[in-house]
């Protein structure tokens, strides 16, 4: 069984930046292809980043550039580094596993997800 558990959401001013923290229990990194997720109220789910098994990245266009993933094998741990925030960025972020393969920015090809960590930007 995988658990994703995610953190570093807030409250923070437009322009700012956050990083966003999710930790993967089991032998997760490197097994799947692990991502982000979005969601504001009203909206629907939203692929913004992910990273292959090979460490090949992806994100979205729409960010343009604001956004990158990363991760730390050691620590089994991936990363969204946030920077020029916008209020549109307000919603809450998943960490997921795409477990299915195929598009990353696909909602149902993701096996796992976590919690969700919120941000807002005002």
């Known amino acids: 069984h995988v658990q994703l558990v995610e953190s570093g959401g807030g409250s923070v001013q437009v322009g700012g930046s956050l990083r966003l923290s999710c930790v993967a229990s089991?032998?997760?990194?490197?097994?799947?292809?692990m991502g982000w997720f979005r969601q504001a109220p009203g909206k629907s789910r939203e692929g913004v980043a992910a990273?292959?098994?090979?460490?090949?990245?992806s994100h979205a266009r729409s960010l343009k550039g604001r956004f990158t993933i990363s991760r730390d094998n050691a620590k089994s741990t991936h990363y969204l580094q946030m920077n020029d925030l916008e209020p549109e960025d307000s919603a809450m972020y998943y960490c997921?596993?795409?477990?299915?393969?195929?598009?990353?920015?696909?909602?149902?090809?993701?096996?796992?997800w976590g919690q969700g960590t919120q941000v807002t930007v005002s």
């Open positions: 997921a596993a795409n477990t299915y393969g195929g598009d990353w920015r696909r909602v149902d090809n993701v096996g796992y």
């Open positions: 990273m292959n098994r090979d460490g090949t990245l």
């Open positions: 089991g032998d997760t990194i490197g097994r799947y292809c």
